[in-house]
């Protein structure tokens, strides 16, 4: 366990020296990046020691890995994060722990979420997953709602019960005119961004780049980064 809190320690040590700089680059002041640790794959036991280590931000993308350690850390001063595709079904399991759904791409899962929210008494943060390789009507590969849908998306969340319009999300994508181009990419997701805060300027957050890309991302104006890799390791296949 000492080993493995040595080995977290130096990872967390070295993001921070890349946010950090990325942020001198792009004149930005590094309390305006918030790193989130996707901490897929991972057992509770790092979370733990990355909780120790000053982590406040956690993200899984899988409902069914994600569960039992939010429940197994529930003791810790974490927000947690869902970054994945979510299903319907898993909306209740999910509405139980996260704090903010990073991929709501469909007005059924707003509705979803807001109706388990009103359920349970939480308020649950949402942002609009914007799919960069869609068409205006489209969704992504990865999931998404195109840059066309986002307006009438972002109206359903601000008016759900339970719901708290956060902001926007993207990944990099793999197709597609944005394709390789993530720096372009993220600064297209900013323009979004400054659409989408004329109508509710309360939703200021962005969320773009992982371990690849995030100074990219900062330097095209994100507020949180999504790291995993660069943090916990590469994790063998478990297939």
Partial sequence: MTDR???LAANLAQVERRITAACTAAGRKREEVTLIVVTKTYPASDVRILSELGVRHVAENRDQD?????????????????????????VRSVVGYADVVQSVDRARLVTALSKEAERVGREVGCL???????????????GGVAPGGIAELAGLVA?????????LMTVAPLTGEYAG??????????????????????????????????????????????????VLGVRPSLG
């Fill in 5 to 7: 809190k040595g080995e």
């Fill in 66 to 90: 994600a569960a039992p350690k939010a429940a197994a850390c529930s003791d810790l001063p974490l927000s947690w994060h869902f970054v994945g595709q979510l299903q319907t079904n898993k």
């Fill in 128 to 142: 609009i997953q914007v799919a960069l390789d869609a068409g205006e009507s489209a969704r992504g590969e990865r």
């Fill in 159 to 167: 008016g759900a019960p339970g719901l708290r319009l956060g902001g």
């Fill in 181 to 230: 181009q993530q720096q372009a990419a993220f600064e297209r997701l900013m323009d979004l961004s400054t659409d989408l805060r004329r109508t509710h300027p309360a939703a200021n957050m962005v969320s773009a780049g992982m371990s690849a890309d995030l100074e990219q991302a900062v330097a095209a104006g994100a507020t949180h980064v999504r790291v995993g890799t660069a």
